[in-house]
């Protein structure tokens, strides 16, 4: 497996494996995106590290219990890097992976949107947590744009309410980002797609994963079973390094560029 000591020849093994693949599934987590400014949760600068308290925003019975953590996670919201970000040469390497042909499907656990704005076909895009560009009302199931429900934050409402007609008035409902919480199940069609392309995958590329949330996680070990070799690029040592054949630890725009290039 995968030697720790000669980071370039890393590299090497990893961009022989994408040459030699034809059916591609790539798992992608936040290190992908902290380089178009979106920090990620786990990591030694993550949102949670630095901040145990703000995983409660993303905990769904502490959400719909606690007013003030709506509030809080409203102001979150509002105040995202996300809104402003761009995708970065990461999110490109993998467009052109797609656009080479081989690229089978994309399982992504950001919910920033920065792969299908980075030119991907949304059909090739599995957002397994959901996406936060989208609100959706735990009552009715309304779903439309976060920016219409940013719009009344900025206006005022600090804990805003579902305003769907229903026959004895608005909804009422409690409004999140369309996001799976903490406390929220997938989405049952998505995650048996993903396993389904982890199964029947001839490569599985984690980028930017601490690969310790489940059950995406678990698509690794899923497509290793299936005789799919595996490449990790990610920043920090994750616990299925000892099953890749490679393991990239390099910034990781720089690192996709080399391996996919």
């Not at 901040?51 to 925003?57: Q, S, T």
Request: negative net charge; charged residues 25%.
């Amino acid at each position: 497996m995968a030697s720790k000591h000669r980071p370039d020849d890393q590299v090497t093994r990893a961009r022989d494996l994408v040459a030699g693949s034809v059916r591609t599934v790539v798992l992608t987590g936040a290190g992908i995106s902290t380089e178009s400014g979106i920090p990620d949760f786990r990591g030694p600068d993550g949102l949670w590290t630095k901040d145990p308290e703000a995983e409660k925003l993303a905990t769904l019975a502490d959400y719909l219990a606690d007013p003030s953590v709506r509030i809080r996670a409203w102001r979150q919201r509002l105040d995202s890097p996300t809104w402003s970000a761009r995708p970065n040469a990461g999110h490109r390497a993998l467009v052109d992976l797609e656009r080479r042909g081989t690229l089978d499907t994309l399982v992504t656990q950001n919910v920033d949107g920065l792969h299908i704005a980075a030119g991907h076909d949304p059909a090739l895009v599995i957002e397994i947590h959901g996406t936060m560009r989208d609100t959706i009302c735990l009552r009715c199931g309304d779903r439309r744009p976060m920016g219409e429900t940013l719009r009344r934050v900025r206006a005022g409402e600090q804990d805003p309410e579902c305003r769907t007609a229903a026959a004895d008035g608005p909804c009422g409902g409690t409004l999140k980002s369309a996001t799976i919480s903490f406390g929220q199940s997938l989405v049952a069609e998505d995650l048996a797609r993903a396993e389904s392309a982890a199964r029947h995958c001839d490569l599985l590329l984690a980028v930017g994963s601490s690969l310790s949330v489940y059950p995406a996680a678990g698509l690794v070990p899923l497509a290793a079973h299936h005789g799919a070799p595996i490449v990790i690029v990610n920043g920090e040592a994750t616990d299925y390094d000892d099953m890749a054949e490679a393991v990239v630890r390099q910034p990781i725009g720089e690192a996709l560029q080399r391996i996919v290039g």
